[in-house]
């Protein structure tokens, strides 16, 4: 299985616009984060989870051809608002799957209603496969997808495991039960927003507490703010085990 890290900025992305805070300015490439967001690939499968703003940059920064879904974490705009983006796969392989929880597609069929609507549609408009999602297993071409059930601040949101891998981003609560569905790990993804405390995201200091709960091989911290500070310093300062992660870094399982 390889990942590609296709986005690792929180929802302003880094630089934000306009900003002089240090990191916005930064010259090493690894401080520059486009909208968070992951393409997972194993076999013949290509699946991406979310696709926010930067969406059509990321798929041609990875030179992605071909794609078997999107899957989506929750209905926020920097993980969704991508959705245009997906056609030039629908022109060359017809409809697209996604997979969400029934109210993120509620959202989606809000803001995309030109995507989803039952009459006829306007010329070069995708069309789209829904599939909805429950904290319960789903199938993704022949990989068994296992949820893992969280709150960003109120908002139920999902993570997934990958058979040994799972990414969680967005996460500021996880039930002990839910927990148990990420024993034994060769790697985890989770979100770490920056130093201060935050009312809907794991800063540091929780996610660190959190891959320690968890124990898996290898972690991954993603979702990150320019709070959080320069790529290389926030490296020397983690466990030998522990990896801030940057756009494009592709890893294997």
Partial sequence: MKITFLGTGTSQGIPI??????????????????????????????????????????????????????VFTHEHADHTMGLDDIRPFFFRQGDIDLYA???VFKALEKRFDYIFTSEAKYPGVPSVIKHEIK?????????????????????????????????????????????????DLDVLV?????????????????????????????????????WLGFHDDVQQKLPENVFLAYDNLQITI
Avoid at 143 to 152: A, K, M, Q, R, T
Avoid at 211 to 223: G, Q, S, W
């Fill in 101 to 103: 929880h029934k109210r």
């Fill in 190 to 226: 989770v979100n770490a927003l920056r130093e201060e405390p935050h009312i809907s995201h794991f800063n540091l200091e929780e996610a660190l507490e959190f891959i320690e709960k968890v124990r898996p091989k290898r972690a991954y911290l993603t979702h990150i703010s320019h």
């Fill in 135 to 183: 904290n319960e297993p789903f199938t993704l071409g022949n990989l068994e997808i296992i949820p893992v059930d969280g709150l960003h601040y109120k908002l139920q949101v999902f993570g997934f495991r990958f058979g040994n891998f799972a990414y969680l981003t967005d996460m500021k609560t996880v039930p002990d039960v839910e927990i148990e569905k990420l024993r």
């Fill in 17 to 70: 616009i306009g900003s002089t805070h240090p990191v916005c300015l930064s010259d090493n490439p690894k401080d520059k984060r486009l909208r968070v967001s992951i393409l997972v690939e194993w076999d013949d499968y290509c699946y991406v989870v979310d696709c926010g703003p930067d969406f059509r940059q990321q798929m041609l920064n990875a030179k992605v051809t071909k794609i078997d879904g999107v």
